[in-house]
């Protein structure tokens, strides 16, 4: 009997040990939480000293991992933001000696590194984001921007200071690195900070505003201001704020403001990315990398993806190899350590019910982690991409993924490319045939070659169609936020022979196919071009009179000189770096840049088409140049207001140059006239009228996934 009974038990612990399961492992959090009691009425936005009185509409933020309250923001209203503003430039920071700054910088950077640990915890708290993923993907490269724009706060010493504000605006499903992007090129460079952020950032921003002034930066030098909400006039408004630089999406419909007062304005817009699967694929680490690059970091990274495209052939076994390693993944709360991928309590699912329920009723394949309406779960569409309007906007916070099939390399690319999105794509596979072809034919400024997740500070990047404006990284990041006047151009009001243009669509696409063409011409070709133009430019051009352009051989000489670039290459983080420039498409010039040689030169050589709004005095020189052109290459329309606001407001432009400001920016939505550029250098002038494309290629070690 005590046999049997012992044979039982051990029956039974075999049992017990066979299906044991451990209990969850947690994050460390008290850091934060304890760091939070300290700023209790804290995180507001003050007028004249952070010990006053807090203002402002009190929001409670959400804790992330249990949807209970975690802190208190006050929200200010306009009339603080207001206050704020006119307070102006902090001259303690601007008149600091250059290698203070510099030290100020770097020290920065340094401290981040050593705070590491706060910032992940309060990531997990606010934000939902795995401490693995802030460790790796977020917050070395943080601190990195402030390291390597201290050494440019040196090169001030020989440059103008600027005298305004920079304002920056970062919503709260940016990625952290966006932070050290606008703040170390803008402090390296002398500014004064206004910083509207996100809620769900504000506990870091104040971080970072810590750090900054514990190394040095002086108080007043950085001023946050909470908030969600998406008034952008005060800052368009006053006069006392030079650049304004939005990390936001202008076609969310929360954002408003008319530039009425000319402002520089940047934007870089972090939509959701294709990812392009062929058949000579490493389909493992493929599938593996997709499932990281769509729903890691709460799928707030620059290059998340929320389209797979899968050639044909390999569909089938793709699916299924996608599907099994979804269904290994541990899904839970930030807090837990084995989590896969996090989920934030504080968010709504309701975008992702909505969202399976029309693909359901579209006949749409629908597959999920785990079948649930009370819990979100990675979700694939099968098959076909939802289209209902109603959804247009929801789509992106639902961080569902399509899945779909292609069958040639121009299906594939062109389902790429219909995007609004201009800032990331991936590739997938061993063909380099197919690399390069699929790479030149991508409209997109970032492409990762078989793998994801690496970038630089010194890499310069600049996003297209609708993923924003501006020059970002490297050096070239760091002069957009110096003050630099803009070239003025003299140009005559009397109008130029008369003309008819009936259409303006027509000529636009006349233009679009031009360009399409000219692009493909060699460089070399295209310099002999202009090397026989001005060879034979005729006596009455050379000798114009005072109302008229006078160009020389030199100047043209002098124009095709600064487009003389090199392509870049690198290795970064395990990835092969190769960059080089496209040209942005069609641009406008109006009246006060038709008589820019240098401009009107450079356009032409990187490969654009110029739609120019002609003047008397420019008009025979631009003629002459266009009759030496293919047809298309160089469009010629008289100057009038009715055409120009029509050339501003067209959706084919991709970038408008000029001074005309009263006729454009006033009637503009702030979404429609941030192509509206104002140019000041050669330099200024290349990185306007070309984008660059990165190609990051994994070189190996880096395309295992840390599942």
């Given at each position: 009997m005590m046999a049997e009974n012992i044979r039982i038990k051990s029956s039974e612990v075999k049992e017990i040990f066979k299906n044991m399961e451990y209990g969850s492992s947690y994050e460390t959090?008290?850091?934060?939480?304890?760091?939070?009691?300290?700023?209790?009425?804290?995180f507001f936005a003050y007028v004249d000293k952070p010990t006053e009185t807090p203002n402002g509409s009190i929001i409670e933020l959400a804790n992330a991992v249990n949807n209970k309250k975690l802190h208190k923001i006050h929200v200010p209203d306009i009339d603080t933001i207001n206050k704020i503003l006119l307070q102006g430039s902090n001259k303690k920071w601007s008149e600091l000696k250059p290698y203070e700054r510099v030290k100020?910088?770097?020290q920065i950077g340094t401290q981040i590194e050593k705070k590491a640990e706060l910032f992940v915890q309060l990531e997990i708290l606010t934000r939902g984001i795995l401490g693995k993923d802030s460790k790796t993907k977020a917050?070395?490269?943080?601190?990195?921007?402030?390291?390597?724009?201290?050494?440019?706060?040196?090169?001030?010493?020989?440059?103008?200071?600027?005298?305004g504000i920079a304002v920056g605006v970062i919503s709260k499903e940016n990625y952290l690195p966006y932070l050290g992007l606008f703040l170390a090129p803008a402090l390296a460079a002398g500014r004064t900070i206004v910083l509207q952020i996100g809620l769900q950032l504000t506990p870091?921003?104040?971080?970072?505003?810590?750090?900054?002034?514990s190394a040095g930066v002086p108080e007043g030098t950085i001023r946050i201001i909470p908030s969600d909400d998406g008034e952008l006039l005060p800052y368009m408004?006053?006069?006392?704020?030079?650049?304004?630089?939005?990390?936001v999406d202008l076609n969310s419909g929360l954002y408003r403001g008319v530039n009425t007062q000319n402002k520089k304005i940047l934007v870089l817009t972090s939509y959701k990315t294709p990812a392009i699967v062929f058949d000579s694929a490493?389909?493992?680490?493929?599938?593996?990398?997709?499932?990281?690059?769509?729903?890691?970091?709460?799928?707030?990274?620059?290059?998340?993806?929320d389209t797979i495209l899968v050639q044909e052939n390999i569909f089938p076994l793709f699916l299924n190899k996608l599907k099994s390693k979804m269904m290994t993944l541990h899904i839970s709360t930030a807090d837990v350590k084995s989590t896969n991928i996090s989920v934030n309590l504080s968010e709504s699912i309701d975008e992702l019910n909505e969202l399976v329920k029309q693909a359901k009723l579209q006949g749409i394949e629908?597959?999920?982690?785990?079948?649930?309406?009370?819990?979100?779960?990675?979700?694939?569409?099968?098959?076909?991409?939802?289209?209902?309007?109603?959804?247009?906007?929801?789509?992106?916070?639902a961080k569902a993924v399509t899945v779909l099939a292609f069958r040639s390399i121009d299906e594939a690319v062109n389902l790429a490319n219909n995007t609004r999105q201009g800032l990331w794509a991936s590739i997938w596979s061993e063909n380099s045939g197919v690399i390069n072809e699929v790479t030149r034919k991508l409209k997109v400024s970032n492409i990762f070659v078989n793998g994801s997740n690496a970038f630089s500070p010194e890499i310069v990047f600049t996003p297209i169609k609708e993923s924003g404006i501006g020059i970002y990284g490297g050096k070239e990041g760091f002069l957009e936020y110096l003050t630099l006047e803009p070239t003025k151009h003299c140009y005559c009001t009397k109008k130029p022979s008369s003309s008819s243009i009936s259409n303006i669509d027509s000529l636009f696409n006349t233009a679009n196919k031009a360009q399409a063409s000219w692009q493909k011409v060699s460089k070399i070709q295209k310099e002999k071009i202009f090397l026989e133009f001005a060879e034979n430019l005729p006596p009455n051009i050379k000798e114009a009179n005072e109302?008229?352009?006078?160009?020389?051989?030199?100047?043209?000489?002098?124009?095709?000189?600064?487009?003389?670039?090199?392509?870049y290459s690198t290795t970064i983080s395990g990835y092969n770096l190769n960059s080089y420039t496209e040209p942005r498409g069609v641009i406008v010039l109006d009246r006060s840049e038709s008589v820019n040689i240098p401009l009107v030169v450079t356009s032409i050589l990187e490969g654009n088409s110029l739609m120019v709004l002609t003047t008397a005095n420019s008009e025979k020189i631009l003629k002459l140049l266009s009759s030496r052109l293919p047809s298309g290459v160089l469009n010629l329309i008289p100057y009038e207001s009715n055409i120009l606001k029509k050339l501003a407001a067209n959706k084919k432009v991709n970038c408008y140059f000029g001074d005309d400001s009263e006729h454009i920016l006033r009637c503009l939505p702030i979404q429609d006239s941030i192509k509206y550029v104002n140019i000041a250098t050669s330099v200024d002038i290349f990185g306007k009228i070309t984008f660059v494309k990165n190609v990051l290629s994994d070189i190996g070690s880096s395309s295992n996934c840390n599942f």
């Open positions: 959090i008290h850091s934060a939480l304890d760091w939070l009691k300290t700023k209790e009425n804290s100020i910088l770097n917050i070395p490269l943080l601190s990195q921007y402030f390291h390597y724009y201290a050494a440019y706060a040196f090169n001030l010493e020989e440059e103008k200071l600027p005298q870091v921003a104040f971080l970072l505003q810590e750090i900054a002034q408004n006053s006069e006392k704020v030079e650049i304004i630089t939005l990390f490493d389909l493992d680490t493929a599938s593996e990398s997709v499932i990281e690059s769509s729903w890691s970091y709460q799928s707030m990274l620059p290059w998340t993806t629908i597959f999920q982690v785990e079948e649930s309406s009370n819990k979100w779960s990675p979700t694939l569409l099968i098959g076909g991409k939802v289209s209902h309007n109603a959804l247009n906007t929801k789509i992106d916070t109302s008229e352009v006078k160009w020389t051989a030199k100047d043209i000489y002098l124009a095709l000189k600064n487009t003389i670039r090199t392509n």
